[in-house]
Structures are given as structure tokens and as C-alpha cells.
């Protein structure tokens, strides 16, 4: 079932890109919905001040492939940046990447003005609290991973039922997590993914909870992939978003931002940047 006539929906290696504002009606994606319903009835004013800005200041996390990365000389890299480079071209607006920062600090900035758009985040509603989302240009598939020799224990969720996992410090799991997991399992939030990698391959937990190319794509980069692999079922699949500021000098540019993601779906550019920036990733299949 779909929400309207006209939604364009893409679908490429497991991301679903879609436009119009439209979304899947399925259970797992139910949050999208709320998200997509608060951006159409935000009250929010977008004046014609949104074209006076001249330039605005990106930043994003440091290690959430392929969305958003530093590559080795600390240069923003990913999807999210991609589609953020070829949209704000287009707009005539320059792109400013911030400095790297701790992650709680990126959001600091990003809730204070110092920083006026976020490279790709999930929609929650204590966020949309305080910033404003675009709509969605492209999702992310959350799953567990266990030790290979775990993967026949858990066929499904209930079977993780009295369990210590962990997930990354304030990373949502999803819904169907939440409701069907969450109240029955012990979740740690270790400090850096190398350390919650490294907890499960010990044996201190018995998954954990990340999405699905970024977890495979840090398992080969620590060299776990042949001990660690996820379990063969989805838990969440979670529209991403930009994240803008409501502080900042170019706060009213979300009108603006939304017509162009529009252009670049319907034009298959970010299609185009998915499958690019995937095959860069070389992703484990």
C-alpha cells in the first residue's frame, strides 16, 4: 500500500530512495511516516531570507559508512556529503565542511548554529524537538551480528531474549527492537565501535546492533569478517534525512533543500551516488 499516486520509489543494493514525500507502508518503516507527516505539518515559516544565504557549514559522523565518513586525511566522504556537494551546487550555495569533532559536540554545534546541517541522521521524534529534516534521500538497513557460531541460536528475536548486546552511544535500534526486545535483553553502549566489535568477538555480549554496511564494511576493516557476520533478518530499515539547524543563519532553506532532493531523485543523481559510492565502500555481499 502507498501513500499517495505519486511517489518515485528507487531501490539500490538495500537503500530505498524515494520522493514526494512518500513512503512503503510496512511495519518496519512506521516511523518514517511520522517523520515524513511532522516535516508536511511543521509549522515552520521558510521566507525568502533562505536566499540570501550565501554558504553553509556541514558536518556529519566520522564512521557511518556509506553515509557519512572521514577518509584519511579527514576529509567528509559518504552519500549523505555527495548528495549534499551536487545539491548545494545547485542551489549556488557554498559548502563548508566543518572541522572533525566528538560526535555530541557535532550535535552541539548543529543545535546551537555553529553548524547548519547535519551529513545524514536518522528522524526520532526528541530530535525533531529541536531540528528540522529534509525529506528522505536514501534509508539504512539496521542489523544484529553475532559470532558465526551463534548464527543457528537465534533464529529470530525472541530467541535473543535474555542476552547482553550492545549499539552505538545514542543510536536507536528501531521499533520493532524496541517492542519486542528492548525490556527483555541487557544493551551496553560501548565508547567507539572498535571497542563493541571487539566485546562480542571476546564473548563479553552476544551481539550487537549496527546497520548492516556499516557493520560489515568495520568488521573487514578490523579484520573480524570471517568470525562475525549478521544474523539473516532485518530489525529496522530508517529513512535518512539532512538535519538542519533551527539557530542558524540559514535556517529557512529547507523548502529549498526538499524541491532539490526532489529533482535528484526523480533524475536518478542520487541513484547514481548510491551505487558509486557502495562499490567504492566494496562492500561484503
Known amino acids: 500500500m502507498l501513500l499517495g499516486a505519486t511517489t518515485i520509489i528507487l531501490k539500490i543494493k538495500g537503500f530505498i530512495v524515494e520522493s514526494n514525500f512518500k513512503v512503503l507502508m510496512k511495519p518496519w518503516i512506521s516511523s518514517a511516516v511520522t517523520a515524513l507527516v511532522f516535516l508536511l505539518s511543521s509549522p515552520s515559516s521558510f521566507a525568502s ?5 550565501k554558504s553553509v557549514t556541514i558536518s556529519g559522523s566520522s564512521q557511518w559508512y556509506p553515509f557519512s565518513y572521514r577518509d584519511s586525511s579527514n576529509n567528509l566522504r559518504g552519500i549523505a556529503y555527495q548528495v549534499a556537494k551536487m545539491l548545494f551546487k545547485r542551489l549556488d550555495i557554498d559548502l563548508i565542511v566543518d572541522d572533525p569533532q566528538p560526535w555530541k559536540r557535532t550535535l552541539m554545534g548543529l ?3 555553529r553548524l547548519d546541517i547535519l551529513s545524514g541522521a536518522y528522524w526520532d521524534a526528541e530530535r525533531a524537538e529541536n531540528y528540522d529534516f529534509s525529506i528522505p534521500f536514501s534509508s539504512d538497513e539496521v542489523r544484529l551480528f553475532v559470532r558465526n557460531e551463534s548464527l543457528a541460536k537465534y533464529p529470530d528475536l525472541i530467541s535473543l531474549r535474555g542476552t547482553t548486546g550492545s549499539k552505538p552511544i545514542g543510536i536507536s535500534l528501531g521499533r520493532v ?12 553502549e560501548p565508547v567507539s565501535y572498535e571497542s563493541m566489535i571487539k566485546m562480542l568477538y571476546l564473548g563479553r555480549v552476544e551481539w550487537f546492533g ?8 568495520l568488521l573487514k576493516d578490523l579484520g573480524y569478517e570471517d568470525e562475525i557476520s549478521p544474523l539473516p533478518y532485518s530489525i529496522q530499515t530508517t529513512p535518512v534525512h539532512f538535519m538542519l539547524s ?4 540559514c535556517s529557512s532553506l529547507l523548502k529549498r533543500m526538499n524541491r532539490g532532493l526532489e529533482a535528484l531523485i526523480k533524475e536518478g543523481a542520487i541513484k547514481e551516488i548510491i551505487e558509486r559510492e557502495t562499490q567504492n565502500q566494496i562492500l561484503i555481499k
Open 49 to 53: 531570507q533562505g536566499h540570501n544565504c
Open 210 to 217: 549496527l546497520g548492516l554496511h556499516n557493520g560489515q564494511k
Open 246 to 249: 533551527r539557530n542558524s543563519n
Open 177 to 188: 527492537f524496541e517492542e519486542n526486545l528492548k525490556s527483555h535483553v541487557k544493551v551496553i
Open 111 to 113: 543545535k546551537h548554529g
